[in-house]
């Protein structure tokens, strides 16, 4: 079973073979931040107000450390525990794009904030800003409750993994980066910060499918051992989810303090709630909140982008195209 | 609820009153029977925090009302008329009454020209009453806001617009007129969205810096630093002035070649390219968009493969170009080797410096003869895999074909003028030297505002043409040259890009289905009907100016009009007759006078489908500097809505399928026949089209292909049958991501009611990220 304890090395033949399609599909969206077109940027930060400068900089902060904290449990707990080759052929391409993110975010640090005092202030910003600290503290306390454990060999082992893994894909990942984005998308929306959100474009691509392998990884687990999804663990999720929707809204009260137009509070609150809700009905549970997405500019996300090729870079095209040259396929 | 507070201009502070927002937004709902100031009004104090200002209130109902759309398209109009009415309040703050006013304050501060302001000057009255108080009306929210971020002018230091959407139009139309008539029947023209002429000329009509030009076609730099140095300064000055650019680079000798002057070798031409690269970002287009360029080169040069790999996304960043675009310029030779599984010879430009200028018969022989002196030889079909990995994979690489390119143009006619590359879209095929820089200035057609459900009002499009480009001839007078060049070649030639765009509204209207034979046919006789007509306008023109000083050079000279180098019957036999007489008896005005441009920007201001082109997506976003934009397929929601299928669980099921109707089962077969997008049809129908409408194009159409998840083996097929189909050029293949973004804001799928069928579609549409399947 894909929880026992082991390095299995067997690659054929293939338990799950989805593990290893998930690894293929990702290697065809390789990107690098070379790639991301940062100088626009700079203009436009010079012409955002005070407010929007604020949310700005609280946002970047927090992701020069989000994407490291995510890489750090895959390497302490995950890929120890997930036994499939094929899933550790996954997990170790999450891996390198965590390392892009991270490069990613990096690269906008230094370009966003000139002033070095000021860019280490932003690297130290799980130390120094509340708001981002308490996301932090939560990390770190489902980081460290299955640290101690080398292999899953009770039950309750597997209980305890199995939430960490729901905590990084629900909470983290799918929730704490899915509040980030909204951030930037309704930047985006308004003409803004094209570099942040075209390179943060594909940071959410490749975040939306960490999150869906790790709901497949749960869903294998859930055939494979049904009764470890009991109403005690539904409780903990939601305890766990309810905790996490709390840091998000107190970090959006820091960002949104001094009143941005078109992102109130309140919508943000609702917007985390609902995509709270859409994570548990992944899991198969019951909604908690039953909030709608107020968020229009959410709602661009999820239809075909068609960009003006003089403007933008079409981020679109495909890497690893297979096949030989024929003249009679049909197309 | 808390009471919320907003700051006046004039810095008192008020309660938000939720009923004075509807009352704002209802003056202008009008004929918009569809839309609810209520829910607009209410949405907008949702989103609105204490004390913000009344400007930001204002901004954030058109962005409001603008994000409705995606429910009730009527909402697009809404947003445009807010958005006009914010437009209009800026600009009468600064004491702009009227058109003239708005001129005269635009020329104190520098922006206008000299001749234009005096010519409004002169004639006040009678251009002030002719703008269209109803103009704006016609305008979506995409269109306008476009228009409104890019087009109109702004006061240099507060930032302020300084024209409205319709003083601008009438400035781009007294930039060009001799008269008042002319200028307003011009205004009226582009005002009512039937014609619009392409960016560069929407940009500076009018301004201190009329170029008005979208293309430059650089030849090659000689195979020598200085002129190398030169094209790259002659680029960064076409490129300031918001024109794209084509340079060919194969006259550059490869890596390796000896360099005598100091018995060095050559790095080849990438180090070059990556120096054009940065070079062209550097450049910003007046802050309206960045520069752009497009690299051809001739497969037999020895660093083709080299050339193929500037796109990629890994790899060392020294050899990677991120802003260039790339083309292959090929030679029939090569396609017959590819064909044949022959081998290819890659051939030193500075050991047979000839071939670059030679095409057809001639260049084969000189191929062939240069063939023993080859640098290197691989398979003919191995270097074409090359290229359509890097087609797919990056979308760049177009496939753009010398000999037709050559053969079938007027320019051609006399030896020594060779056509070397085409421009940054695929669409200009015009004659350029070492001296002679070749240029275009263009304007399109909006073909959907010329049919009605009875057909196409020919009248109307003839007309359009004779106006159309009475103007686009006007240009070459008029415009502000930015290289010497440029300034060698544009009189001399004269040559105009007049493009259609809107075919996809046009089959809408008609009821077509993109690959039927009925479209096939209209869209080569609206073809002819432009070509004609052009053809016409611009013999008259050379009766009243005589014709351009290259005509003897032209195959036109000697008899030889544009089908008749393809060798097809037009269907209007009398008029072509007539035609011909009038030009054996006093010639042409221009040696080119059609292309099929992109239109990226100016359809969306114009609010239809670009130029020739199927819709992508029923449902998709616009990406631009100005934000991003919901955009529906209002043709659609119009059938669906007569049939009573408008509903929320159907736009749902159309979302989560990116836009595609094919899997929604109430909706019947033939409506989801004629709306299938882009990646739904035949591919081969895009090119039996484009093949058969050709004959009436005498430059070249911006022709994208689409393939969801391209191999090798269909692109392979695709563009062999392309160029056996007679193209002259290509654009983009457009691909999608392999994986997406999970959507966010479409409803989790219980996995226990989805059908086979339905996780067929969907896994069909969109591997691996559809929430249903999981």
């Known amino acids: 079973m894909l929880l026992d304890p082991g ?325 | 609820m808390t009471v919320m507070r907003v700051r006046k201009r004039n810095g008192d502070s008020e309660t938000v009153d939720v009923n004075k927002i509807v009352r704002a937004v209802e003056r202008w709902v009008g004929d918009l029977d569809e839309v609810d100031p209520l829910r ?23 962005q409001t009302a603008a994000e409705l759309i995606g429910e009730e398209p009527q909402y697009s109009k809404l947003a445009a008329r807010l958005l006009a009415a914010f437009v209009d309040k800026e600009v009468r703050g600064q004491g702009v009454a009227s058109f003239s006013q708005s001129i005269r304050y635009a020329h104190q501060q520098g922006l206008i020209g000299d001749g234009t302001a005096a010519f409004v000057a002169r004639n006040a009255r009678k251009l002030d009453d002719a703008v269209d108080a109803d103009g704006d009306l016609r305008f979506e929210y995409f269109g306008l806001r476009t228009v409104a971020d890019r087009y109109l002018l702004r006061h240099p230091e507060s930032r302020l617009v300084v024209e409205t959407p319709q003083y601008w139009l009438l400035r781009v139309a007294c930039g060009l007129s001799e008269t008042p008539a002319e200028a307003i029947g011009f205004y009226r023209l582009m005002s009512s969205l039937a014609y619009l002429p392409s960016s560069p000329t929407l940009f500076n009509s009018g301004t201190r810096h009329t170029q008005m030009s979208s293309c430059f076609l650089v030849d090659s730099p000689r195979d020598e630093l200085d002129s190398i140095y030169e094209r790259y300064h002659q680029v960064a000055k076409l490129s300031k002035f918001s024109g794209g650019i084509g340079i060919s680079w194969t006259r550059i000798r490869g890596r390796g070649a000896l360099i005598r002057g100091t018995n060095g070798k050559s790095n080849g031409i990438v180090p070059f390219l990556k120096t054009l690269d940065a070079g062209v970002a550097a450049v910003n287009q007046g802050g309206r968009r960045k520069g752009a360029a497009c690299v051809y080169l001739e497969p037999w040069h020895p660093d083709i493969e080299e050339f193929l790999e500037l796109r990629d996304n890994t790899g060392e960043d020294s050899r990677r170009t991120h802003n260039l675009n790339l083309a292959n310029w090929i030679p029939d030779e090569f396609m017959r080797r590819v064909e044949a599984d022959a081998e290819w010879s890659l051939i030193d430009p500075s050991d047979a410096p000839e071939l670059p200028d030679l095409y057809g018969d001639a260049f084969d022989e000189a191929y062939k003869a240069a063939e023993k002196k080859a640098v290197k030889t691989v398979k003919a079909r191995d270097l074409y895999g090359r290229m359509m990995r890097t087609l797919a994979q990056t979308g760049n690489g177009w496939m753009t074909f010398k000999d037709a390119s050559n053969r079938l143009s007027n320019q051609t006619g006399a030896p020594g003028n060779t056509i070397h590359l085409s ?161 054996a008896a006093t010639g042409l005005r221009n040696s080119l006078l059609v292309a099929i441009a992109p239109t990226a920007t100016i359809a969306s201001i114009a609010g239809c489908y670009e130029c020739i082109e199927p819709q992508v997506s029923n449902l ?136 086979d069928d339905e996780a067929l579609a969907c896994s069909l549409e969109n591997p691996e990220s559809c929430e249903a399947c999981q």
Request: net charge negative.
């Open chain 2, 620 to 755: 998709f976003k616009r990406e631009t500097m100005s934000g991003e934009f919901l955009q529906i397929n209002t043709y659609l929601v119009r059938e669906l809505k007569a049939r009573g299928l408008w509903t929320a669980p159907i736009r749902e099921q159309i979302k989560r399928a990116e836009g595609s109707v094919q899997g929604v089962a109430d909706v019947p077969a033939d409506v989801r026949e004629l709306f299938r997008t882009a990646w739904e049809l035949p591919q081969r129908a895009l090119i039996d089209l484009a093949a058969a409408r050709a004959p009436y194009i005498d430059q070249s159409q911006s022709l994208n292909l689409f393939m969801s998840a391209p191999t090798i083996g269909k692109v392979s097929s695709m563009y062999l049958y392309a160029w056996k189909a007679g193209l002259k050029t290509t654009y983009y293949l457009r691909s999608r991501p392999a994986t997406r973004i999970q959507q966010a804001t479409v409803a989790i799928a219980p996995v226990a009611t989805v059908t």
């Open chain 2, 40 to 62: 607009v009004a209410t949405k907008t104090i949702s989103g609105l925090y204490d004390g913000a200002t009344t400007a930001e209130l204002d901004k954030l109902s058109i």
């Open chain 2, 423 to 583: 421009n940054l879209c695929t669409e200009i095929l015009e004659v350029n030297s070492d001296d002679e820089t070749a240029v275009c200035n263009l304007g399109s057609i909006n073909l959907g505002a010329h049919v009605t459900a009875d057909g196409v009002d020919w009248e109307k499009l003839r007309e359009t043409v004779r106006t159309a480009v009475v103007f686009l001839d006007r240009v070459i007078d008029i415009n502000f040259y930015p290289s010497t060049q440029a300034a060698a070649s544009n009189p001399r030639w004269r040559p105009v890009g007049l493009g259609l765009m809107g075919l996809q509204d046009a089959f809408f209207t008609l009821r077509l289905p993109f690959d039927s034979e009925g479209a096939r046919e209209l869209s080569t006789r609206v073809q002819e009907e432009i070509f004609l007509t052009a053809l016409e306008t611009s013999a008259g023109l050379a009766e009243t100016f005589g014709t351009h000083p290259a005509y003897q050079e032209t195959r036109a000279a000697k008899g030889e009009l544009h089908p008749d180098l393809w060798g097809v019957e037009p269907s209007q036999t009398d008029r072509w007759a007539a035609l011909r007489s009038r030009v």
């Open chain 1, 7 to 331: 390095m299995d090395l067997t690659l054929r033949p293939m338990r799950y073979p989805h593990f290893f399609d998930r690894y293929r599909d990702a290697i065809k969206n390789t990107w690098t931040v070379e790639e991301v077109d940062l100088h626009s940027d700079l203009a436009d930060l010079s012409k955002l107000s005070p407010a929007e400068q604020h949310l700005v900089s609280r946002l970047v902060a927090f992701f020069a450390t989000g994407d490291t904290i995510v890489a750090n449990n895959l390497v302490l707990n995950l890929y120890q525990h997930v036994n499939s080759p094929e899933g550790r052929l996954y997990l170790s391409r999450q891996l390198f794009e965590e390392a892009v993110h991270v490069q990613f975010y990096l690269n906008l640090l230094d370009t966003y904030v000139p002033d070095e005092q000021e860019r280490f202030e932003a690297f130290a910003a799980v130390e120094n800003i509340p708001s981002i600290a308490r996301k932090a503290e939560f990390c770190f306390k489902w980081i460290d409750s299955i640290f101690e454990l080398r292999e899953l060999r009770s039950r309750e082992d597997r209980r305890a993994f199995l939430l960490n893994l729901i905590c990084f894909a629900a909470c983290i990942e799918g929730l704490f980066f899915y509040g980030a984005f909204a951030y930037v998308y309704y930047l985006r929306s308004r003409g803004l910060l094209h570099g942040l959100a075209s390179g943060t474009n594909w940071v959410f691509r490749d975040e939306s499918m960490h999150m869906a392998f790790a709901f497949d990884v749960v869903d294998t687990v859930r055939q494979e051992e049904p009764d470890l999804f009991d109403a005690e663990m539904e409780k903990q999720v939601k305890d766990m989810l309810a905790e996490a929707v709390e840091c998000e809204a107190q970090f959006a009260a820091d960002l949104l303090e001094q009143g941005v137009s078109g992102m109130s509070l309140a919508d943000m609150r609702s917007y985390l709630e609902h995509v709270a809700d859409r994570r548990l009905a992944v899991l198969s549970i019951e909604p908690m909140y039953g909030s709608k997405n107020p968020f229009a500019f959410m709602e661009l996300q999820d239809v075909q982008e068609l960009s003006n090729f003089f403007e933008r870079r079409v981020s679109a095209y495909q890497v690893g195209v297979t096949g030989t040259v024929t003249f009679d396929d049909d197309f």
